[in-house]
C-alpha cells in the first residue's frame, strides 16, 4: 500500500487523526486539491487536460498530513490509489503533452478515456488491482489499532469485523524471491485473468487497454524496481499480443507512481 515502508506498516498520520483540523498552508492546499477532484468527478463527460490532473494528484501526495487526508472509508481512497492516480501515470507515460482524460469510473463501463494529443483519437483504459485487499484491510486495522503490522504477509486474524482478534502477527523473517513467485505473482496472473474473463461479457473491453496495478513499495529504488519487476511483467506477457486480447495494450503499475511496465515496449536492461 502507500503507506508502507519497508517491511513494516507504521501508523499513516495522513490516514489516522482523531483530533480537530488545523489550516495550514499545507492543509489549504490540500482541500483545494481534493474539492477540485471532487466536483470535477461529478461532471459526466468533464476532461482534464493533463497537467491539470496531475497539478491535483501531485498536490494530494504532496500535503497530505495528519490534518488532510483521503480517509479510508472514503469510496474515492480506493478509486484515488488504485485508478485515478495509476491512469494519470499511464498518460504521464505516453509523453503526450496535449493529452486529455476523462475518468469515466462512475458513468462507463470502463474506467477511464485517453484522448490522445492533436489526434483526437480516444482510447479507452481499464483498470484492476493485483492487491489481496482484504488482508491489506486487515493490515490497516491492525496498524489502527496497535500503531504497526508486518507488511507483505498474512495477517493472523479469528473471528469477523464486529467481534476480532489479532495473533501475534510478528515481523518474520522474509525471503523476497518467495514473496515474488507464491503471492505476487499469483496476483498479477490471476488480475488479468479476471479482466480477461469480464471481457468475454463486456464488449467495451476489445481494443481497450489494461492497468494493472500492485504495490511495489518492497523494492524502494527505481532501478532496482525496473531490475526485480520486469522480469515478472515479461513472464505475465509471456504469449505477447494473446496474453492479453481482447485488450491492446497492458500497463503493469506500482501503487507508488514509481514504476510502470508497457507491453508496447517490454523489458528493459539494467
Known amino acids: 500500500m502507500h503507506s508502507l515502508n519497508g ?8 490516514q489516522f487523526s482523531d483530533g480537530c ?18 466536483e470535477k468527478l461529478k461532471l459526466n463527460g468533464y476532461k482534464f487536460s493533463l497537467n491539470a490532473i496531475k497539478e491535483i494528484i501531485d ?47 462512475t458513468h462507463q463501463r470502463y474506467d477511464g478515456l485517453i484522448i490522445l494529443g492533436e489526434e483526437d483519437r480516444q482510447q479507452r483504459v481499464e483498470i484492476t488491482t493485483a ?51 507464491e503471492t505476487l505473482f499469483p496476483l498479477l496472473e490471476n488480475a488479468l485473468k479476471r479482466k480477461l ?19 511495489d513499495w518492497l523494492v524502494p529504488q527505481e ?10 511483467c515479461s513472464q505475465l506477457l509471456r504469449d505477447g499480443v494473446n496474453s492479453y486480447t481482447p485488450f491492446t495494450r497492458v500497463f503493469v503499475v506500482g501503487i507508488s507512481g514509481k514504476y510502470l511496465f508497457d507491453s508496447e515496449q517490454g523489458p528493459r536492461s539494467r
Open 131 to 181: 492487491i489481496d485487499s482484504h488482508n491489506d484491510a486487515l493490515m490497516m486495522e491492525l496498524v489502527e489499532k496497535e500503531g504497526h503490522a508486518p507488511a507483505f504477509v498474512k495477517i493472523v486474524v479469528n473471528g469477523n469485523k464486529n467481534k476480532r482478534e489479532f495473533g501475534q502477527n510478528q515481523l518474520s523473517s522474509f525471503k523476497k524471491k518467495e514473496y515474488f513467485c
Open 223 to 232: 532501478d532496482a524496481k525496473i531490475t526485480d519487476f520486469d522480469p515478472l
Open 59 to 105: 498536490t494530494i501526495l504532496a500535503h497530505g498530513s495528519a490534518d488532510a487526508y483521503i480517509d479510508l472509508k472514503d469510496r474515492l481512497h480506493n478509486r484515488f490509489f488504485h485508478e485515478i492516480h495509476p491512469i494519470v501515470g499511464i498518460v504521464d507515460s505516453l509523453e503526450c503533452a496535449n493529452c486529455q482524460i476523462e475518468l469515466t469510473g
Open 197 to 215: 474473463n469480464k471481457a468475454k461479457e463486456n464488449l467495451d473491453y476489445v481494443d481497450g487497454w489494461l492497468g494493472i496495478v500492485f504495490d
Open 7 to 14: 517491511m513494516t506498516s507504521e501508523r499513516a498520520p495522513h
Open 21 to 38: 483540523q488545523s489550516i495550514t498552508p499545507s492543509t489549504e492546499k490540500f482541500n483545494w486539491a481534493l474539492e477540485q477532484l471532487k
